[in-house]
């Protein structure tokens, strides 16, 4: 595969973090990235870690956000707009024709499986290595495995049938054969399961940047939901929820802050090794003019129609910039386009407690117990400012509940890791509402293509239809 060339970088990250001594020497054949790091001390072991961390905030898919599956998906579905020509490689994700050489694409794809040998590489190192102790051992062992299944969450929902590649072996990895959704779940379920037995309930230090016990338990609950295990969705969220590390904000402008009582996990613009301290989020989305070459999209008329005007999230999360003729609405959930200095004031979510209440209720619902699943919604609704549905909507029937809970979460989750576009598909429903928002929509462009240069350098990849 082309990306095993990204996957050298893993070793230069390293080098960055950790002097030459820190490793045990290695011979590494050319072109080649070694199949095993071995680690002589917990310290050299937890700056791998620290590099996963870094890398994760300067990554195509989830830090540069041109490539990143929160503007991607976004544009795929009804969330954003570009209405630029300066971007025709994002135009393409906005009218749902991405062509298989689109380098968007291959560096959302390509960033993914970088993430995800680099955890392979740590678990490899630490399974391989003596000298480390057995606390440190489990941790990143569990850390590495958390973020590997988060990693193939998105592969498979964006792509379906994806490589399943669990080691560093290049020869292997190199011609591996795509693997059904199915079979990614089972390998996602397993190392969540990992993971939680290994990581310790508390974050490692007062910064929410490291995954935990809390953070494993959320994932395996989406994972669970769209499995369609409600009973486990239920539970797994309802554990999250009652956790005392997080807590559902009343202040709206408090939850995308750094270390935020809300936030499950988050990445810090640290780690991007450069002098800004401002989010992607908040340099991209954030207009001054027009949407143009640097910021390339706004928010979509269909989605700012969704919500009332008195909708707490319409008010502080959705800024508006206008020129002579026209309004532009864009995402204000970071409120920092530009920043330097020693101040971290906002860091990108990932993962936040509000999803765990909206697990909990479609799980309920699906379940058919909708007078808890409306208790649970409802504590998102009256977050935002808004009546309870348990007041307005007693009666309200299963489908109706379901549509409410999808409404709630594209409100609350617009332009947050692409959960709208994974959400039309897991729901069944992506057809049903792209059909009328999209000219160009087939129900084949649900996945993206597999990139060109990965096809032409392994045979065993076969393209996904409609491509």
Known sequence: MKNLKYYISFMLLLGSFTSCEDFVDVEVPAHKTVSATVFSNDQSAQSAMQ????????????????????????????????????????????????????????????????????????????????GLSPEVSDRLIGQAKCIRAFGYFYLTNLYGDVPLITSTDYRTNAVAPQQAPQEIYVQMVKDLEDALELLPLEYPNAERTAVNQGTAMALLARVYLYLQDWTQAELLSNEVINNPNYTLLDSLDEVFLANSQEAIWQISPIGAGNSLTNTPEGSFFILNSPPGYSKPVALTESLIDTFKPHDNRRVDWIGTYQDETTTFYYPYKYKIPYATGADYTEYSMVLRLAEQYLIKSEALARKGDLNNAVIALDKIRMRAGLDPLSSIAPNIQQEALLDSIQLEKRREFFTEWGHRWLDLKHTGKIDEVLQDEKPYWQGAYQYYPIPEEDLQNNPYLTQNPGY
Do not use: Q
């Open 51 to 130: 590099g996963i961390y870094n890398e994760l905030s300067r990554a195509d898919f989830s830090g540069r956000m041109a490539s990143a599956v929160t503007v991607l998906a976004g544009l795929s579905a009804d969330n954003l707009k570009t209405t630029t020509s300066s971007h025709p490689e994002l135009k393409e994700f906005y009218e749902n024709l991405i062509l298989p050489s689109n380098t968007n694409n291959f560096n959302l794809w390509s960033s993914i499986y970088n993430i995800i040998y680099m955890c392979n590489a740590v678990v490899e190192g630490v399974e391989n290595s003596d």
